[in-house]
């Protein structure tokens, strides 16, 4: 696609759902991070991929978080049991090449979760 | 540890004033910086990046930024501001050996009176 896709735009969970967070790189993008942006901060790591391995989820709050990109393409970020600290907008990026610092990052518009 | 400092949570500037927003980083070896524009709705678009040699970079839609080793320091400026620019702006540095996670500032909503 021309972009990086995120779905759904807005997504609100009851506490304790369990959700998932979709993610459309722009295609043929071998790296993809997903970032968390509470309200009035910065965008705060997640984890990253290269092509279908995860190297780095040294970002993921706690065990009820856990992504995957089984094909190397789409990726999904799922929450479990979801809490109100989880109440933010999710950002997906997604990169040429191996995903070094260096590197271009094209951002999702993100997905915004409210956890009620 | 590496963190970011937007030492600015809102500013306003008259349209057609000059801009700077401040960043202040700490970082252990050479950083990586960069600055990225929030517009509501929109993802994050970088503006310009700093990874070595010429101190004054030059970036997308008229920003440029120049990086100070001994301040620290990184700020966005811009000569002439457009109604367009408002927006949250974000800076950041490349946070870790592979380079794969950025450490973002909590940004500057810059907004333009006329």
């Known amino acids: 696609g021309a972009g990086v896709s995120q779905s759904p735009r807005y997504k609100v969970a009851k506490r304790g759902q369990d959700v998932a967070l979709r993610c459309d790189p722009i295609s043929g993008h071998v790296s993809l991070f997903w970032y968390q942006q509470a309200l009035g901060q910065g965008p705060e790591f997640l984890t990253y991929f290269q092509n279908e391995a995860q190297l780095d989820k040294s970002g993921l709050p706690s065990d009820r978080f856990f992504a995957e990109r089984p094909e190397g393409s789409v990726s999904t970020l799922k929450i479990q049991r979801t809490q109100q600290e989880d109440s933010a907008v999710y950002l997906c990026?997604?990169?040429?090449?191996?995903?070094?610092?260096?590197?271009?990052?094209?951002f999702g518009s993100g997905t915004q979760l409210s956890v009620l | 540890a590496q963190s970011v400092t937007q030492p600015d949570i809102h500013i306003t500037v008259s349209e057609g004033a000059s801009l700077e927003l401040r960043c202040n980083y700490s970082?252990?070896?050479?950083?990586?910086l960069f600055w990225y524009v929030q517009s509501p709705g929109q993802g994050l678009q970088l503006l310009l990046k700093y990874f070595s040699g010429d101190t004054l970079v030059q970036g997308i839609k008229g920003f440029e930024a120049e990086f100070k080793r001994s301040q620290s320091s990184f700020n966005l400026r811009k000569p002439s501001v457009h109604w367009s620019d408002a927006a949250e702006y974000f800076c950041?540095?490349?946070?870790?050996?592979?380079?794969?996670?950025?450490?973002f500032g909590k940004g500057t909503t810059l907004s333009v009176s006329s």
């Open positions: 970082y252990g070896a050479t950083p990586y």
């Open positions: 990026a997604s990169s040429k090449n191996r995903g070094g610092t260096n590197e271009k990052l094209f």
């Open positions: 950041a540095v490349g946070a870790n050996q592979a380079g794969t996670a950025l450490i």
